[in-house]
């Protein structure tokens, strides 16, 4: 998920680590692609179709393979920024990355909670909830700084105005793999992480409150 940035310079969060050492080789293989004639739409699809693989495989408790394939789908998230750089990047292409991003985010969760709804189902439910509080927000946040014509390039070029903070693409992954390790933690892990999403969200409101007062 997408979260906080302060004043313009974006907190030093795991996400922006990662995707400095990870970037230069998504890179490299999304240049091979695009010349193979991959184009950035299909990579999307395939990786939200991993996704939803896996979310299956947790459903039916099949926790490893779960994990691998969290793996897979979203370097291939990662890949269809690459050949849309090498190639040529559109808005649709931007609009179905974040709507299918939402999705694999909205699945994972949902597979944990099938698995066992008695148990699950609760937190699962809080964290889903988080996540569209925190979408929202994320969307908000996008279009009020289109209409102001603000740019931000901390995470490199995007198809929209993008905030960062806490509990970012990376960090979520790494709470998804730890629900696939620790399957019997999920209650405890989904509430702490819907917490640091709620606190996301309410940090991007704070931070819209200071930067999108009415002009006169």
């Known amino acids: ?96 990355d974040i709507v299918l991003d939402f999705v694999f985010y909205g699945a994972i969760p949902l597979g944990f909670i099938l698995t066992d709804p008695q148990a699950n189902g609760l937190a699962g439910g809080l964290l889903l909830f988080s996540f569209y509080v925190n979408g929202a927000s994320f969307l908000a946040y996008a279009i009020m700084a289109e209409k102001r014509a603000m740019t931000t390039d901390v995470r490199g070029e995007k198809s929209l105005y993008f905030t960062t903070g806490l509990a970012e693409a990376t960090e ?9 390790l620790f399957p019997a933690w999920f209650s405890v892990l989904a509430t702490l992480f819907a917490v640091v999403c709620l606190y996301t969200a309410l940090s991007r409101i704070m931070l819209a409150r200071m930067g999108f007062r009415d002009r006169q």
């Open 172 to 180: 979520t992954i790494a709470v998804f793999l730890a629900f696939c």
């Open 1 to 96: 998920m997408r979260c906080l940035q302060h004043g313009g310079k974006a907190a030093p969060m795991l996400d922006g680590a990662v995707r400095k050492h990870l970037d230069p080789m998504l890179d490299r293989v999304g240049a091979a692609l695009a010349r193979g004639g991959i184009s950035a739409n299909a990579v999307t699809i395939a990786g939200l179709a991993l996704g939803l693989v896996a979310a299956a495989l947790i459903a039916g408790q099949f926790y490893l393979a779960g994990a691998i394939l969290i793996v897979v789908s979203r370097l291939c998230d990662g890949l269809d920024g690459a050949v849309a750089r090498a190639t040529r990047k559109t808005d649709f292409g931007g609009f179905l």
